[in-house]
């Protein structure tokens, strides 16, 4: 089972989503407080199992409702996801993969360990 590692930084607190092999899967923004960033990982948790998903990496590729992973290439040219809630806010983003199985893989990681991940204070 993954978890979420809650850690206070410069600017507020945020939250990784790790796998059971401790690689980071996902992360959230910064959030104002311990409380905004608990009701960002419920907001995570609920959205990573329905959510659809919107292949922006193939020429007119069909836009799909919210929730939503999004699957873009960056201008590095790693490929990379993010999570949008119901409201088309943005709750997680990934860090880049060199492939996009790679990066399909990561969001298969989400949806598996999102729903029942335990918190940590790091």
Known sequence: MGKFAVKTVNTGVKFDLKADNGEVIATSEVYSSDAACRKGI????????????????????????????????????????????????????????KSKASCLNGIDSVRRNAPEAEIFIV
């Open 42 to 97: 419920g907001s995570v948790r609920r959205n990573a199992v329905e959510a659809k998903l919107e292949d922006q990496t193939v020429e007119g590729f069909a836009k799909v409702t919210h929730p939503k992973f999004e699957v873009y290439v960056d201008k590095a040219g790693e490929f990379r996801f993010r999570l949008k809630a119901k409201n088309g806010e943005t709750i997680a983003v990934s860090e880049g993969y």
